[in-house]
């Protein structure tokens, strides 16, 4: 193989020119042109490389503080910064299944609610000042705090990170905040389906109720206190439980007195001992399971089963290898047959998994267009079967190999990444040589101990396969993936109550209720609403035009500015810079959610199957009182509806709208009712959260039952 120099008028100008002044200080001889180079000719094969030297790992120094506080030590002089990571023997599978989020609420709010010194406010200002960080989490199976600064602050940041650890308050306010993110986080869970095929994917392995799989539920949200948290921290955050790596430009002894200073009165109750994570009970079992998703044209396709070793398992590194030869990137078997030769993939993977502390599990998963779903399962699923079929060949095994090998030393390229390995291995009672282990069994690996493990661990024959997509576009029935013509049908709706205790309405508080409901209906028109088919409203809303145009049964188009989105009853799309994108599928929902709560469209509805009501007698709200009627429409949240007692028209309403930041209680008051053919309708909304006014919204124009154009709820776009 040969090597040229390239000639100069293919350089980037710049270096052109760079060029150009350099060799103008000795001429090129005349027989050549001024815009050559010279160039040789040589065999890479031919080139020679020095040897790499040996390459020897920084031996952090290891203190042990009275209290059984762990700490490991690394100078490093490079940079004029402090570095600290603490690592806490906690996590989500320890936090009460009535309460879960309760965890990951508490990993936010020990950093963004104060210490008991600094209110949250003063904390983050002092850091800003200097450019320093602390921030906390705490994860399934452990917690992590992180403080960075600059060395000339760290008698600054040192001792607010000792308090974050030792002493958070918990101020009410984030708290609330945090579960306010944590709500709206689940109101959006279904919204991506890898997220959704993930998530559903370990509650088949793992059991819904297993701690490892397990999801906060709005209900197990809004059970979370303030108090909660505190008792969290009392019952983990113990110096026995805590490992703290510490890492930049120090002095070793220096430091050692300052921890001392922060953690050395640091105590734990006595008899406390570290926490013991469950062990899965999973058991493997085939089965084919499919979550129905409209607004997608490929689906998303996991299979795999629970796994059986641990890291520290003899038959690890040849398990690594398997992966390697299986998913190992461009040159594994999946990539190679199911997305190179095939095409059935935009992306296909897979990996057998193994904690330091429990089995992990084994997934291959593939990303394929809809028409292609059942073949593409059926691609991944021979590839692993034939890794227990066939042995890999001397270049699978020597690429997967060197694929490991290679990138072993980039497990050294960073102070942090060392002190976090060495922390992981003290925490789970691993040696710190272990690393150094695993690749020695690697480089010791065969292509019979590959297919050795293979045959042990794989079992495709037993693994759950989740399909979620859209049906609709699917070439062959799922039911060709199955033994017996089973799918199961999995329900991911996002639960409103715990399971069970849904308290069902008595049929006289129901039709109390409906009563109510009739009377107010009466109020505002009676049977006027029966000739209800459509309506179109401009609102001014915060200084905006805002037009809605509603039509039974359930379509809707709101107009705001530069934004439209449109719903026909199936799917919902928005329009917004000339862009126009389908909205998941979730997003539909809360479009019913909101036509159930306009009075007009549920006066007209009161006779409909799904509409459930409850009569709450007489409830004062701010000095005044009112009929109360609970409303559980068929779609959206419950509401509650209060009736002026003596008209019993309409005058307010409470629910929870979702915002940014999740759901929040929200309050509507209506005023200056107008008739319209017959109907009163509220023409002044004013909007309250948390006591504070957030909108006012008033008609400007009202026409009903108006001959509407054939594509007012379409985008009128070549994707409809």
Excluded: C
């Excluded at 690592?87 to 879960?100: C, F, H, L």
């Excluded at 921890?259 to 994570?277: N, V």
């Amino acid at each position: 193989m040969l090597i040229r120099f390239f000639r100069a008028s293919f350089l980037p100008a710049g270096l052109a020119l760079l060029l150009a002044g350099l060799f103008a200080v000795a001429p090129a001889p005349a027989q050549e042109r001024p815009d050559e180079i010279r160039t040789a000719d040589y065999d890479i094969q031919d080139l020679t490389y020095p040897d790499l030297r040996d390459f020897e790992a920084p031996e952090p120094e290891r203190l042990t503080l009275d209290n059984g506080l762990t700490i490991l030590l690394l100078e490093d002089h490079e940079l004029p910064q402090v570095n600290a990571v603490a690592r806490i023997g906690t996590g989500s599978v320890y936090e009460p299944a009535e309460k879960r989020g309760l965890a990951s609420i508490m990993g936010s709010v020990m950093r963004s609610g104060g210490t008991e010194s600094m209110t949250p406010d003063s904390l983050n200002q002092t850091l800003e000042n200097i450019g320093a960080t602390v921030e906390t989490s705490i994860g399934a199976t452990s917690g992590s705090a992180f403080m960075s600064t600059l060395s000339d602050h760290v008698d600054t940041v040192l001792p607010i990170f000792a308090e974050v650890l030792r002493q958070p308050a918990f101020a009410e306010a984030k708290v609330q905040q945090a579960k306010s993110q944590q709500t709206s986080s689940i109101s959006r869970r279904n919204d991506n389906a890898r997220s959704i095929a993930f998530r559903e994917f370990d509650q088949l392995v793992y059991g819904e109720d297993s701690p490892y799989a397990r999801i906060p539920e709005y209900y197990t949200v809004e059970r979370i206190t303030r108090q909660d948290l505190a008792n969290f921290h009392d019952q983990h955050f113990h110096p026995s439980n805590v490992i703290l790596s510490v890492w930049g430009d120090f002095d070793t002894d220096t430091m050692k007195q300052k921890l001392r200073q922060q953690f050395g009165d640091w105590t734990a109750p006595d008899g406390f001992e570290p926490p013991t994570p469950p062990q899965p009970t999973a058991s493997r079992e085939y089965s084919v399971n499919f979550v129905q998703k409209d607004d997608v044209n490929q689906s998303t396709i996991l299979m795999g089963h629970p796994g059986r070793l641990t890291r520290d398992d003899p038959d690890y590194p040849a398990v690594t290898i398997m992966n390697e030869v299986l998913s190992g990137g461009f040159s594994g078997r999946l990539f190679q047959n199911v997305r190179r030769e095939k095409g059935l993939a935009y992306s296909v993977f897979g990996n057998y998994t193994a904690n330091y502390n429990r089995p992990g599990r084994f997934f291959a998963g593939i990303f394929s267009k809809s028409a292609t779903t059942v073949e593409a399962t059926n691609a991944v699923m021979h590839e692993v079967e034939r890794m227990r079929q066939e042995a890999p060949t001397d270049e699978e095994l020597g690429l997967a190999k060197d694929s490991y090998l290679n990138s072993f030393v980039f497990n050294f390229d960073t102070k942090r990444e060392i002190l976090s390995r060495l922390m992981t291995y003290e925490y789970y009672d691993y040696p710190s040589d272990f690393l150094q282990q695993t690749k020695s069994g690697i480089e010791k690996v065969t292509a019979g101990d590959v297919q050795r493990v293979a045959k042990k661990y794989l079992y495709p024959e037993q693994a759950h396969i989740l399909i979620v997509g859209n049906r609709t576009q699917f070439s062959d029935s799922l039911s060709a993936l199955t033994k017996d013509g089973t799918v199961n049908e999995l329900d991911i709706s996002i639960p409103k109550s715990p399971p069970g205790e849904e308290q069902a309405v008595s049929a006289e508080a129901n039709q109390a209720g409906l009563s109510a409901l009739k009377q107010a209906r009466a109020a505002l028109g009676g049977d006027a609403f029966d000739s209800f088919q459509n309506m179109r409203v401009v609102t001014k809303q915060r200084g905006r035009t805002v037009t809605l145009v509603v039509a039974l049964p359930n379509k809707l188009r709101v107009e705001r500015g530069p934004m439209t989105i449109v719903s026909n009853g199936e799917t919902a799309k928005m329009k917004r810079g000339g862009q126009t994108r389908t909205l998941p599928s979730s997003v539909q929902g809360r479009f019913e959610g909101q036509l159930w709560r306009d009075l007009t469209y549920l006066m007209t509805h009161l006779d409909h199957d799904g509409l459930t009501v409850q009569d709450q007698g007489s409830q004062t709200v701010e000095g005044t009182t009112y009929r109360a009627v609970k409303v559980m429409p068929p779609a959206g949240r419950a509401y509650t509806l209060y009736l002026e007692p003596e008209s019993m028209r309409p005058a307010r309403m409470s629910y929870q709208a979702q915002t940014r930041q999740g759901p929040k209680a929200t309050s509507s008051v209506y005023s200056n009712f107008k008739t319209v053919k017959g109907m009163a309708i509220p023409h002044k909304t004013v909007t309250y959260q948390g006591g504070n006014k957030v909108a006012t919204s008033r008609i400007q124009k009202i026409s009903l039952n108006v001959d509407l154009e054939t594509d007012v709820f379409t985008m009128g776009d070549s994707s409809e």
